[in-house]
Nanobody, 114 residues
Framework: QVQLVESGGGLVQPVVSLRLSCAVS????????MAWYRQAPGKQRELVAR???????TYVDSVKGRFTISRDNAKKMVYLQMNSLKPEDTAVYYC????????WGQGTQVTVSS
Protein backbone atom coordinates (compact mmCIF):
# COMPACT_ATOMS: atom_id res chain seq x y z
CA GLN A 1 0.00 0.00 0.00
CA VAL A 2 1.50 3.31 -1.10
CA GLN A 3 1.47 6.06 1.51
CA LEU A 4 1.36 9.73 0.61
CA VAL A 5 2.23 12.19 3.35
CA GLU A 6 1.74 15.87 2.63
CA SER A 7 3.16 18.65 4.79
CA GLY A 8 4.04 22.32 4.80
CA GLY A 9 0.65 23.98 4.89
CA GLY A 10 -0.39 26.73 7.24
CA LEU A 11 -2.21 29.97 7.79
CA VAL A 12 -0.59 32.78 5.84
CA GLN A 13 -1.37 36.27 4.67
CA PRO A 14 -1.87 37.06 1.00
CA VAL A 15 1.27 37.44 -1.11
CA VAL A 16 3.27 35.20 1.26
CA SER A 17 4.90 32.00 -0.06
CA LEU A 18 4.65 28.40 1.09
CA ARG A 19 6.40 25.23 0.06
CA LEU A 20 4.46 22.00 0.28
CA SER A 21 6.13 18.62 0.43
CA CYS A 22 4.85 15.15 -0.33
CA ALA A 23 6.66 12.02 0.77
CA VAL A 24 5.92 8.87 -1.22
CA SER A 25 6.48 5.44 0.25
CA UNK A 26 6.88 3.38 -2.88
CA UNK A 27 9.93 1.52 -4.09
CA UNK A 28 9.41 2.53 -7.71
CA UNK A 29 8.48 6.21 -7.89
CA UNK A 30 10.44 7.88 -10.65
CA UNK A 31 8.37 6.47 -13.51
CA UNK A 32 5.09 7.90 -12.27
CA UNK A 33 3.81 11.29 -13.39
CA MET A 34 2.79 13.11 -10.23
CA ALA A 35 0.41 15.92 -9.43
CA TRP A 36 -0.76 18.29 -6.75
CA TYR A 37 -4.47 18.62 -6.20
CA ARG A 38 -6.52 20.89 -3.99
CA GLN A 39 -10.01 20.85 -2.59
CA ALA A 40 -11.61 24.02 -1.36
CA PRO A 41 -14.63 23.95 0.97
CA GLY A 42 -17.74 22.99 -0.92
CA LYS A 43 -15.86 22.35 -4.15
CA GLN A 44 -14.59 19.32 -6.01
CA ARG A 45 -10.96 18.33 -5.85
CA GLU A 46 -9.01 19.80 -8.77
CA LEU A 47 -5.60 19.08 -10.23
CA VAL A 48 -3.50 22.25 -10.11
CA ALA A 49 -0.03 21.11 -11.17
CA ARG A 50 1.51 18.05 -12.72
CA UNK A 51 5.01 16.84 -13.43
CA UNK A 52 6.00 14.03 -15.75
CA UNK A 53 8.59 11.41 -14.97
CA UNK A 54 10.96 13.44 -17.11
CA UNK A 55 10.24 16.70 -15.34
CA UNK A 56 7.84 18.38 -17.75
CA UNK A 57 5.37 20.53 -15.84
CA THR A 58 1.90 21.89 -16.53
CA TYR A 59 -0.39 24.07 -14.45
CA VAL A 60 -3.99 25.10 -14.26
CA ASP A 61 -4.42 28.71 -15.40
CA SER A 62 -5.28 29.99 -11.94
CA VAL A 63 -1.85 29.12 -10.54
CA LYS A 64 0.32 29.51 -13.62
CA GLY A 65 3.26 31.79 -12.95
CA ARG A 66 2.81 31.54 -9.17
CA PHE A 67 3.18 27.82 -8.38
CA THR A 68 6.07 25.52 -9.25
CA ILE A 69 5.94 21.75 -8.98
CA SER A 70 9.14 19.74 -8.69
CA ARG A 71 10.26 16.29 -7.73
CA ASP A 72 13.28 14.57 -6.21
CA ASN A 73 13.22 10.98 -7.38
CA ALA A 74 16.09 9.93 -5.14
CA LYS A 75 14.23 11.14 -2.06
CA LYS A 76 10.81 10.11 -3.40
CA MET A 77 9.49 13.59 -2.79
CA VAL A 78 7.22 15.95 -4.68
CA TYR A 79 7.15 19.66 -3.91
CA LEU A 80 4.87 22.58 -4.63
CA GLN A 81 6.35 26.04 -4.28
CA MET A 82 3.50 28.51 -3.96
CA ASN A 83 4.24 32.21 -4.36
CA SER A 84 2.00 35.26 -4.30
CA LEU A 85 -0.69 33.34 -2.50
CA LYS A 86 -4.28 34.55 -2.78
CA PRO A 87 -7.31 33.91 -0.59
CA GLU A 88 -8.77 31.77 -3.37
CA ASP A 89 -5.83 29.38 -2.95
CA THR A 90 -7.28 28.34 0.40
CA ALA A 91 -7.84 24.59 0.27
CA VAL A 92 -6.57 21.24 1.43
CA TYR A 93 -3.71 20.24 -0.84
CA TYR A 94 -2.96 16.64 -1.80
CA CYS A 95 -0.43 14.88 -3.98
CA UNK A 96 -1.06 11.75 -6.02
CA UNK A 97 -0.29 10.30 -9.38
CA UNK A 98 -1.77 12.11 -12.37
CA UNK A 99 -4.38 9.36 -12.59
CA UNK A 100 -4.95 9.65 -8.82
CA UNK A 101 -4.32 5.95 -8.67
CA UNK A 102 -2.99 5.74 -5.14
CA UNK A 103 -4.84 6.04 -1.87
CA TRP A 104 -5.17 9.69 -0.86
CA GLY A 105 -3.15 11.01 2.02
CA GLN A 106 -4.49 13.29 4.71
CA GLY A 107 -3.56 16.41 2.78
CA THR A 108 -2.21 19.65 4.17
CA GLN A 109 -4.38 22.68 4.87
CA VAL A 110 -3.44 25.99 3.29
CA THR A 111 -5.36 29.02 4.48
CA VAL A 112 -4.66 32.41 2.94
CA SER A 113 -6.26 35.23 4.87
CA SER A 114 -5.44 38.70 6.05
Amino acid sequence: QVQLVESGGGLVQPVVSLRLSCAVSRTIFSTFPMAWYRQAPGKQRELVARISSGGTTTYVDSVKGRFTISRDNAKKMVYLQMNSLKPEDTAVYYCNTVSSGWAWGQGTQVTVSS
